[in-house]
DNA sequence: ATGAAAGCGCTAACAC
DNA sequence: GTGTTAGCGCTTTCAT
């Protein structure tokens, strides 16, 4: 059977020896029609018989309604996030029997227009417009044109319907493990990139002391590139400082991997002589290094799932005002957590921990 | 304006005076069709007037060709792989002006045949078929009712077009930076899973071997689960043997990552005391270890954009025969490799690395 | 050189 | 309860 050649529903109209509107009341389960009992037996097993499936083309075309959901990035597909994000928003498609269709614009503003273009003229029902990490954008002029929302990406005005992590909780979260810990003097490698989350998990780690009511201290941070490398030499300077930190927050797992190379440069056992907490839960990352890495996780399933279900009530209910979700950032503990070091600390007499 | 209300055909026919059909002919440029220059002017006009943008629902409909290609795969979008092969995908679609239609079955059989039934129903022009690693596999019979391609994966029998990556020749080729390189005590880290990169990297090991005159050693090779983890084991069972190898092959890049973790726990410095090849670039790996990480990579782009170009020919060629793609593995080198330790080599009398 | 008419497959008023 | 008719927006014979 040839993707052509499938039956229509005329084949099952004819084949059950009623009109295709029956056939379509039946098939749709219209409410408010009555049919009768036999009627309905005839067709269902008559559409059952000829393999039939609507073409949902055609469907589209009559309801002005595609079950088709854009999915616009910059370079999200490309990125070991993308894929949570991703499922989550087919996740919340399927919910709603819809498939998402994918495009990449590699960060170009006139690809994105076109793209946007393109997924207007297959009358997709809505668009997400997604980054690839959490940003302020500028979205596309087209997105205007039906219902869209932002996804990682917060709008410069707050047209769009938008949801980001919640940077400042996640970090505060991670820091405070630290703090719960014993730990005061903690580290932080920040990203030096001028992006939200770095004033965000600043002000994140800046909570969380204060909830413990250690001052904060800028000699403590440093801010380097968001890489393993920047890690590594950020790591470098704060453990090298005459009163060297217990403890680093990271910004992010790449950094905090880098923290744990300068950690073996020193001869630092992790946790024993450094408590480490990174940022991201990069899976790859934070599982593989040893000890495993505890982190804050984004919540990039949740996120793509938040949008896509915005979008569709957005499609229900066109008029409807934007929204803007923060989703919440959990702690995933693995084993980088542990007690401070007594030696560091310089308090001595404490027990340590082997 | 709306998504809804957009302009269409009949409004650009009305405003430029013409019947649809003209605009029809002029904005598909349709040949052999003589059409006056003034006309052409006019309705060229009038469509961007108006910002005409053809319907291709109902496009789609009259021609028998939506432009959407459905991407169906297990788990391959949330593997940090998936990206590029997605990418690839994408970039070979939109050389045919076509969209891909994403879809994950997260593994289970049935509801693969649903989501190829949800797109063939879309009118999809056909079907990639992906794994998220390089695998045999019984495709969904519904796959056969249209073009389809199956990517990173080969089917039971040669039904479908195929492309998977060259493994034994990125394999021998990974081994022969370590030949050249002087070693000739390498050991194997290969991966435990019955897969075929499990038979196929060990056959690529053998070949380059064998081309420089090494013997095989059996308890040269350990097999392991494909993460850290298990590549720290089975590092480690390699090192501790009496006559440790002065090179380990790693069958993956996380497993190199645990052969790393391995040297640490051995004081080994790497390249200088150890040199060590991984195999599947996973940047975020292998680019943030230290040193960086000399490894085989997986052609995933090239597999997507070959899938899709393939599957293209076949929608223009329904007839066509299946074609079986194997596509080369390059190296990546990065500073992982270096000359053999002559302490190690056992030797004698040399100095030693501290 | 241009247009009328049919029809892709489906749904939705409105009849009966 | 079921059918007739019109039409979603487009392309494509076939006329003229």
């Not at 020896?17 to 029956?22: F, K, L």
């Not at 959490?134 to 990682?152: C, E, I, Y």
């Not at 905090?256 to 300068?262: L, S």
């Not at 907490?277 to 599982?287: C, I, P, R, T, Y």
Request: proline share 6%.
């Amino acid at each position: 059977m040839e993707l052509r050649g499938r039956a229509t529903i005329r084949d099952v109209a004819e084949r059950s020896g009623v009109s295709t509107t029956t056939v379509s009341h039946v098939l749709n389960e219209v409410p408010g029609k009555r049919i009768s009992e036999q009627t309905r037996v005839r067709v269902t097993q008559a559409a059952a018989d000829l393999h039939y499936r609507p073409n949902k083309l055609a469907q589209g075309l009559r309801t002005q309604r595609t079950g088709l959901i854009g999915f616009l990035s910059d370079h999200v597909s490309t990125t070991p996030f993308a894929g949570r994000m991703i499922l989550g928003a087919q996740d919340a498609a399927a919910e709603a029997a819809s498939l998402l269709v994918l495009l990449n614009s590699g960060g170009d503003p006139e690809v994105e227009e076109r793209e946007v273009e393109a997924l207007l003229e297959r009358q997709v029902d809505g668009i997400v417009y997604a980054a690839f990490y959490h940003r302020v954008v500028t979205p596309p002029q087209g997105l205007r044109r039906g219902p869209a929302v932002l996804l990682d990406a917060r709008g410069v005005d707050g047209e769009f319907s938008s949801v980001i992590p919640d940077e400042v909780g996640g970090s505060r979260a991670g820091v405070e493990q630290l703090l719960a810990a014993g730990h005061r003097r903690i580290g932080f490698v920040n990203n030096q990139d001028d992006i939200p989350a770095r004033t965000l998990r600043l002000a994140g780690y800046r909570q969380a002391l204060e909830v413990y009511g250690v001052p904060f201290d800028h000699s403590l941070m440093v801010e380097r590139e968001p890489s393993a490398r920047g890690g590594f030499d950020g790591a470098m300077a704060l453990l090298s400082g005459i009163e060297m930190p217990t403890a680093l927050f990271c910004a992010t797992d790449r950094m905090a991997m880098g923290a744990y190379q300068a950690a073996q440069e020193l001869s630092l056992s992790i946790p024993r002589d450094l408590s480490i907490v990174g940022f991201d839960d990069q899976e790859l990352v934070a599982d593989s290094l040893r000890p495993g890495l505890t982190t804050v996780a984004l919540p990039h399933y949740q996120m793509g799932q938040w949008a896509v279900r915005q979008l569709l009530e957005q499609i229900d209910a066109p008029e409807s005002q934007p929204t803007h979700a923060l989703i919440p950032c959990p702690v995933v503990r693995r084993e980088s957590v542990g007690p401070p070091s007594r030696a560091v600390r310089g308090l001595g007499g404490e027990p340590q921990p082997a």
